[in-house]
Nanobody, 116 residues
Framework: QVQLVESGGGLVQPGGSLRLSCAASGFTFSSYAMSWYRQTPGKERELIASITRAGGSTNYADSVKGRFTISRTNAKSTVYLQMNSLKHEDTAVYYC?????????WGQGTQVTVSS
């Protein structure tokens, strides 16, 4: 059974930091590129960060570049998103996504709220 379980979301003040985790099971994690998306009500899901299967290459949306860092530990089947210098506009539900080119899996999402 494929599972992607995000954790680490919560309420944080502007300028603060959070680290999201996404633990995978039920598939060969190292064979999948991993991404983080986010979504706010009424908007499409937005790709914000991605990392290749071995972790050698990463890409970021302009909106988070320089503030967020995606990483992965294949031995633990986990992908992370370190979020620094958080802003009000980072408030969203954050989802991880596993992509093998032929099939993709979504996590259930974790809420991040940036508010003073």
């Amino acid at each position: 059974q494929v599972q992607l379980v995000e954790s680490g979301g919560g309420l944080v003040q502007p300028g603060g930091s959070l680290r999201l985790s996404c633990a995978a099971s039920g598939f060969t994690f190292s064979s999948y590129a991993m991404s983080w998306y986010r979504q706010t009500p009424g908007k499409e899901r937005e790709l914000i960060a991605s990392i290749t299967r071995a972790g050698g290459s990463t890409n970021y949306a302009d909106s988070v570049k320089g503030r967020f860092t995606i990483s992965r530990t294949n031995a633990k089947s986990t992908v992370y998103l370190q979020m620094n210098s958080l802003k009000h506009e980072d408030t969203a539900v954050y989802y991880c996504y596993a992509d093998s080119r032929w099939v993709g899996y979504w996590g259930q999402g974790t809420q991040v709220t940036v508010s003073s």
